[in-house]
């Protein structure tokens, strides 16, 4: 991943620009929230990596609390070690917000128990699931473990879950981000297992008018497409950036706030500066 460290990525509502003006977070402009809602939109929030309680992740969810949103999705990883310890205190931390905050299942996540049963207990979701906000389908998949991929049995769902939404505005949310510019030079976190449903999660969703891809895993902001469809990696949710992509020095904690309506999704990443204790 050590390609991606000459890439910087300068946001605007709705614009993603990649130059090769280096490190990132020196070229990050900041968004500000919209000033009125129309009452037909469908607002939310995605953050990414917070494995576990932490400063930047409590701070984020102390900034939602008075956004005007329907709900926040969490990309995983959502713990260090996947204990059920760590699991119900984020779970603690979400509950102050006044709206769902729905997981996907991380790498981390399954280190403990890989049967998932540890998480789904504490969440009470399914790994792979879906659901309905306004004119939103919304389908959050489980490849956290780069051995296996997207198991099988989830990709059957899979297909017939866009089948049945068809007429929605699609929504796809999964842990870990596969055909990252500059993979093919620098590697990727795939195994041949994976790469197998990785394949076929691209040939289902090309039948489907899916409108955007939300992934994590690196800790960082970075936009890319899967195939035709429009993707991005937020993992700014508080765990520092990985040696790949230039460690600590290149943090870059944020969440995104997005914004759907009439079929069109804008993206806006909101940085978030670590409060000095006072």
């Not at 990525?9 to 129309?38: E, N």
Request: glycine share 8%; charged share 20%; proline share 6%.
């Amino acid at each position: 991943m050590s390609g991606l460290l000459g890439l910087a990525v300068i946001t605007t509502v709705g614009i993603s620009l990649w130059t090769l003006r280096g490190p990132l977070r020196k070229t990050f402009v900041a968004i500000t929230d919209q000033a009125s809602r129309p009452k037909s939109q469908v607002r939310f929030a995605v953050i990414g990596d917070n494995h576990g309680d932490n400063p930047i992740y409590r701070q984020i969810l102390d900034e939602l609390k008075s956004k005007p949103i329907d709900f926040a999705v969490n990309l995983a990883d959502t713990s260090e070690y996947g204990t059920r310890e760590e699991f119900t205190r984020v779970k603690e931390l979400e509950s102050a917000l006044p709206y769902p905050v729905y997981h996907t299942v991380g790498s981390h996540d399954i280190k403990t128990d890989p049967s998932r049963a540890l998480f789904t207990g504490v969440f009470g979701t399914a790994p792979w699931y879906s659901f309905d906000q306004g004119e939103v389908h919304f389908i959050v998949l489980d490849n956290g473990d780069r051995k296996v991929g997207f198991p099988a049995d989830s990709l059957v769902w899979l297909a017939k879950d866009l089948a049945d939404h068809r007429d929605k505005t699609i929504l796809i949310a999964y842990h870990r981000p596969f055909d990252l510019p500059l993979s093919q030079i620098v590697g990727d976190d795939e195994t041949a297992a994976s790469r197998v449903t990785n394949r076929e999660f691209k040939k289902i969703i090309a039948e489907y008018p899916v409108k955007f891809i939300f992934t994590a895993h690196l800790h960082t902001y970075l936009p890319y497409t899967v195939g035709d469809v429009p993707a991005v990696v937020t993992g700014g949710g508080g765990d520092p950036a990985q040696a790949a992509i230039g460690g600590p020095p290149n943090n870059l904690f944020h969440y995104l706030l997005v914004t759907v309506q009439n079929g069109r999704v804008t993206t806006e990443i909101h940085r978030v500066q670590r409060r000095e204790p006072g």
